[in-house]
């Protein structure tokens, strides 16, 4: 018993007393790790207009991955935010409806963590995932569906009318913004805690030397002026700060009314290359090395860059389990697809 409580106590001295002053200066910095506890997470991630329930999450998932939510019906939000490809689909630009490219030349964005940003878009446009999941269904070069069209193809289906039901009560109805807000929902849950956050939760040993010296280095550089928070990106932030963007050209993309662009969460930023808003770099490294000069008028040298990225790495999160739902069938009223 004497010995239990000895190494008990040891080891509580050694938490205090060894907490790794690298963990302070990152929080002093600005960044915030994702709380360890479910109750902590859910005051960041929850929302009283449509809280979490597993019912909403479970249909949210559903509409997430069924292409009939497409006018073509084979294309579903999973088609472009793939939740096995980090999030996100590992083109440059995106494609959507009748093989379109995005007119602007704009990349797909995670969907993990992306509860976690201020905004959504790459211009901030929209406030929020409820509002956000209305654009890409419409979407001539995504997804092509009008309202009433997604609208009859769910309301045709029996089953999911039931489910909306035991979601929201049996007086739900099911408008296009009902649809989209409980795909937000699911949305809502994707937060993917990683080696970084026990490290800052104060688990010393959680990253690796190199990813220590890679962290210090981002501190040191000044990314963190940016790239903060939990979401470590998520807000609206000057772009091309001390010099010009390599493919500025490249999609005529110019971020919104006042040139800002919104900072891409650094979160599993390994797994959803290429990168930048029109997707012009394969290489992580590259990638460190433009916001370098693009932003903070340095150079950023090949072994800096890869211990950056060595950092960044440990951003690699622990997904939630996604079982793959059995959507219900189509019915003779189910509007068939077109692809005009
Ligand atoms: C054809 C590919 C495509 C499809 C299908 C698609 N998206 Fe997107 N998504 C994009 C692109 C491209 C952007 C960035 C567009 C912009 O910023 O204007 C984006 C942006 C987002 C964002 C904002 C993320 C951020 O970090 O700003 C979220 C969230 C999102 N989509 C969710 C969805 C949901 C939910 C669906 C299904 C209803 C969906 N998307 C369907 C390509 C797609
Ligand atoms: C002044 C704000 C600012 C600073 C400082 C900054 N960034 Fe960024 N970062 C951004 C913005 C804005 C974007 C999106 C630019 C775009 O795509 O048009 C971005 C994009 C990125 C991307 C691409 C992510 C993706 O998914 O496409 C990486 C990687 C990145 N930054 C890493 C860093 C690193 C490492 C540093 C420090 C060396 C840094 N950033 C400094 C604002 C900043």
């Given at each position: 018993?004497?010995?239990?409580?000895?190494?008990?106590?040891?080891a509580l001295?050694s938490t205090i007393v060894l907490a790794d002053p690298l963990a302070d200066a990152a929080k002093q910095n600005g960044l915030q790790p994702i709380p360890e506890s479910k109750a902590e997470l859910m005051k960041y991630i929850?929302?009283?207009?449509?809280?979490?329930?597993?019912?909403?999450?479970?249909?949210?998932?559903?509409?997430?991955?069924?292409?009939?939510?497409?006018?073509?019906?084979?294309?579903?939000?999973?088609?472009?935010?793939?939740?096995?490809?980090g999030?996100?689909?590992?083109?440059?630009?995106?494609?959507?409806?009748?093989?379109?490219?995005?007119?602007?030349?704009?990349?797909?964005?995670?969907?993990y963590n992306?509860?976690l940003?201020?905004?959504?878009?790459?211009?901030?446009?929209?406030?929020?995932?409820?509002?956000?999941?209305?654009?890409?269904?419409?979407?001539?070069?995504?997804?092509?569906?009008?309202?009433?069209?997604?609208?009859?193809?769910?309301?045709?289906?029996?089953?999911?009318?039931?489910?909306?039901?035991?979601?929201?009560?049996?007086?739900?109805?099911?408008?296009?913004?009902?649809?989209?807000?409980?795909?937000?929902?699911?949305?809502?849950t994707l937060v993917t805690p990683s080696r970084f956050d026990d490290f800052l939760n104060g688990h010393d040993n959680a990253l690796t030397d190199a990813e220590k010296e890679g962290l210090q280095l981002f501190l040191?550089?000044?990314?963190a002026?940016?790239h903060n928070g939990m979401a470590l990106g998520?807000?609206?932030?000057?772009?091309?700060?001390?010099?010009?963007?390599?493919?500025?050209?490249?999609?005529?993309?110019?971020?919104?009314?006042?040139?800002?662009?919104?900072?891409?969460t650094l979160r599993n930023v390994t797994e959803?290359?290429?990168?930048?808003?029109?997707?012009?770099?394969?290489?992580?490294?590259?990638?460190?090395?433009?916001?370098?000069?693009?932003?903070?008028?340095?150079?950023?040298?090949?072994?800096?860059?890869?211990?950056i990225a060595t950092f960044l790495g440990s951003l690699e999160g622990r997904k939630p389990q996604?079982?793959?739902?059995?959507?219900?069938?189509?019915?003779?009223?189910?509007?068939?697809?077109?692809?005009?």
């Amino acid at each position: 018993m004497k010995i239990i409580q000895t190494v008990a106590s040891v080891a509580l001295l050694s938490t205090i007393v060894l907490a790794d002053p690298l963990a302070d200066a990152a929080k002093q910095n600005g960044l915030q790790p994702i709380p360890e506890s479910k109750a902590e997470l859910m005051k960041y991630i929850n929302k009283a207009e449509d809280p979490i329930t597993d019912a909403k999450v479970e249909l949210g998932k559903m509409l997430y991955f069924d292409p009939r939510l497409s006018r073509s019906n084979l294309i579903s939000c999973n088609t472009c935010h793939n939740l096995a490809l980090g999030g996100a689909d590992g083109v440059p630009a995106a494609i959507g409806h009748k093989w379109t490219m995005n007119p602007s030349h704009l990349n797909s964005p995670t969907v993990y963590n992306s509860v976690l940003s201020e905004v959504q878009f790459w211009d901030g446009r929209s406030p929020h995932l409820e509002d956000q999941a209305q654009g890409p269904m419409q979407a001539g070069p995504e997804m092509a569906a009008p309202k009433d069209l997604v609208v009859k193809r769910v309301t045709s289906i029996p089953e999911y009318v039931e489910l909306f039901k035991r979601a929201y009560g049996e007086d739900v109805e099911i408008t296009f913004e009902r649809i989209a807000s409980v795909i937000g929902v699911f949305e809502r849950t994707l937060v993917t805690p990683s080696r970084f956050d026990d490290f800052l939760n104060g688990h010393d040993n959680a990253l690796t030397d190199a990813e220590k010296e890679g962290l210090q280095l981002f501190l040191d550089k000044g990314c963190a002026a940016c790239h903060n928070g939990m979401a470590l990106g998520g807000t609206m932030q000057p772009f091309q700060v001390a010099a010009q963007y390599s493919f500025v050209n490249l999609g005529g993309f110019k971020g919104d009314e006042n040139g800002m662009v919104k900072t891409p969460t650094l979160r599993n930023v390994t797994e959803t290359a290429p990168y930048f808003h029109n997707g012009a770099f394969w290489k992580l490294t590259d990638a460190i090395k433009e916001m370098g000069s693009t932003q903070l008028g340095i150079s950023i040298s090949d072994d800096e860059a890869e211990s950056i990225a060595t950092f960044l790495g440990s951003l690699e999160g622990r997904k939630p389990q996604i079982v793959y739902p059995v959507l219900p069938a189509s019915t003779d009223k189910t509007p068939v697809p077109t692809f005009d």
